[in-house]
């Protein structure tokens, strides 16, 4: 395998995530009230999640526009991915909140997507040098 492909393997997963990140503040901001009622959660949690998913994809943006991705850089998105996804399971398996089934599936399959990037940019890290 050409090692230009390398990086830019790594440079489409960090955009990807961005894209979904920015996505899913989008979504967040723009359909508030009903997936606040759909979550059983309040208006301003779903303007925390948007606030916080704005920030996290313009800071992947910011570095995948770098000469060069840092391996720390990297490192951070994988723990951050990670830690979206272990809140996601805790919030599955505690019973903090009601969730609907609806709301569970659609909890789960978020937190596979994030753990799919996470363990894609995960299997990249390691091989940076």
Known sequence: MNKQNKPFALHH???????????????????RK?????????????????FVMFGYALLIAANIFRPEISRGFVLFTVIGDSTWVLASVLLL?????????????????????????????????????
């Open 13 to 31: 997963i960090l955009h990807t995530n961005a894209v979904f990140s920015a996505t899913s503040g989008l979504f967040f901001l723009l359909a």
């Open 93 to 129: 398996i505690l019973p903090l909140f009601a969730f609907s089934s609806d709301a569970r599936w659609a909890i789960g399959v978020t937190a596979i997507c994030v753990d799919i990037l996470a363990t894609l940019q995960f299997l990249k890290w390691r091989k940076m040098r």
């Open 34 to 50: 009903p997936l606040a009622e759909f979550l059983g959660a309040s208006g301003v949690i779903m303007n925390i999640l948007a």
